[in-house]
């Protein structure tokens, strides 16, 4: 049994393998491809959740990879193990939470359904891992907008991926990104560790929070730590928490706090894409000035 433990809904991803993991090695300090080469696999079983957005970008990768190896898709038998995609929970926020899987007893009974994907259906799996990983993200935007049969996670995965990108208003003005405002938003000018803003967030919506639910909760203290690293000028300020670092509770090791220049960014916005640290997005980058994606107030992702 292989488990694939990654989250590539942060980070960078590359269709190819060697730089895939090249990227991924940087992007967590160390990485192993879970898929190995060998060409010893003669039958592949792949259970996937059908709703988890983390579990799914990740079964296009595994097609994707699997198709690389050589394996012939009527070798590759796949079970969705969740209850079938419900649509957006039209009461809160519409990006979609971690679900919980099938309990474990039912795997044995679940895994005889296991059965290869159509031919059209797969290789739809393989396309959208090459769009994802494209360094152009509009065709994947539009296929998420439009919906390709079979892939309800679409819709709430581009929910979620258009939130990390820089934002034009009416009149051409700049503003960070749904994220980095929610995350603004709930800093302040007192000491605070990541728990404690992923605490008050919870507490004024859990807006942060459901995105967080899906990157995983170890990506606030990441975006916070580009924060303080950005500039010489900081946003944010950092200094040592409560925990000593390195002893296994990322979230309490540091506190942060905004200064008055990152309120005026919160505030007023952007006065260019490189005033926010740069933030690998699937196949390219938010924030970067050799990939300057913003985001449109009907939805759209347009170079600027």
């Known amino acids: 049994m292989v488990v694939d433990p990654d989250c590539l809904l942060v980070g960078p991803s590359h269709t190819g393998t060697p730089e895939h993991v090249l990227a991924r090695q940087a992007w967590w300090g160390s990485f192993v491809d ?121 819709a709430p995965l581009w929910e979620l991926l258009s939130s990390f990108f820089p934002r034009r208003i009416a009149g051409g003005a700049l503003r960070l990104s749904r994220f980095d405002e929610l995350l603004m938003t709930m800093l302040s000018a007192e000491w605070q560790t990541p728990l404690a803003v992923v605490s008050r967030d919870m507490r004024s919506g859990m807006n942060l929070w459901r995105m967080l639910s899906c990157t995983g909760d170890l990506f606030l203290p990441r975006r916070l730590e580009h924060w303080v690293d950005h500039s010489s000028s900081a946003f944010v300020e950092r200094a040592p928490g409560p925990k000593p670092p390195d002893a296994g509770y990322p979230m309490l090791s540091e506190v942060y706090r905004l200064t008055e220049r990152g309120m005026r960014l919160r505030e007023q916005g952007l006065e260019q894409l490189t005033d926010a640290p740069s933030l690998p997005v699937a196949g390219t980058e938010a924030y970067s000035a050799s990939a300057p994606w913003v985001l449109l107030e009907d939805g759209r992702l347009a170079r600027l």
């Open 34 to 154: 879970p898929i190995g080469a060998d060409g010893k696999m003669n039958l592949v079983i792949v259970w996937v959740s059908s709703t988890n957005l983390r579990e799914r970008v990740g079964f296009w990768r595994v097609c994707g990879r699997l198709r690389e190896c050589g394996i012939p898709r009527k070798d590759i038998a796949i079970v969705e193990l969740d209850p079938p995609f419900r649509g957006l929970d039209t009461r809160e926020s519409s990006v979609s939470t971690w679900c919980s899987a099938s309990e474990l007893s039912t795997l044995p009974a679940r895994l005889t359904e296991a059965r290869p994907w159509p031919r059209e259906r797969y290789g739809r799996a393989v396309r959208l891992w090459s769009q994802y990983t494209a360094a152009d993200p509009r065709p994947l935007a539009q296929n998420c907008a439009r919906g390709v049969d079979g892939f309800p996670e679409l």
